[in-house]
């Protein structure tokens, strides 16, 4: 039974950056696919990267690309989203989440239906 707990969120001014780590409990060989959401209020969830977990290179959204870092520390078990040039725009509850099931190594999918564990969310605010 794997379990999600995220942390590393805060405030930060426009232009500063933040580490956001998703400690994982349980199983993280059996995860197939990672990834970090975040929802802004009033508005959608939404994806903005994920990977698949047993070896590939993350897949981002046009809003984070080229700002944000998805990685992975397998031998601890964590995943990490370094955010760097954040904008007020950012500011959002950030989730981490995962899917177990096989879909094979270049299935890309940032629609938040289709990871079934999920974390408790972090929040992040850019002020």
């Known amino acids: 039974h794997v379990q999600l707990v995220e942390s590393g969120g805060g405030s930060v001014r426009p232009g500063g950056s933040l580490r956001l780590s998703c400690a994982v409990s349980g199983d993280f060989f059996s995860i197939q696919y990672m990834g970090w959401f975040r929802q802004a209020p009033g508005k959608e969830r939404e994806g903005i990267a994920m990977?698949?977990?047993?070896?590939?290179?993350?897949h981002y959204a046009d809003s984070v690309k080229g700002r944000f870092t998805q990685s992975q520390d397998g031998a601890n078990s964590v995943l990490y989203l370094q955010m760097n040039i954040l904008q007020p725009e950012d500011t959002a509850v950030y989730y981490c989440?995962?899917?177990?099931?096989?879909?094979?190594?270049?299935?890309?999918?940032?629609?938040?239906?289709?990871?079934?564990?999920w974390g408790q969310g972090t929040q992040v605010t850019v002020s």
């Open positions: 990977s698949y977990t047993p070896g590939g290179r993350p």
């Open positions: 989440a995962a899917d177990q099931t096989r879909r094979g190594a270049r299935w890309i999918s940032l629609d938040p239906a289709n990871f079934a564990v």
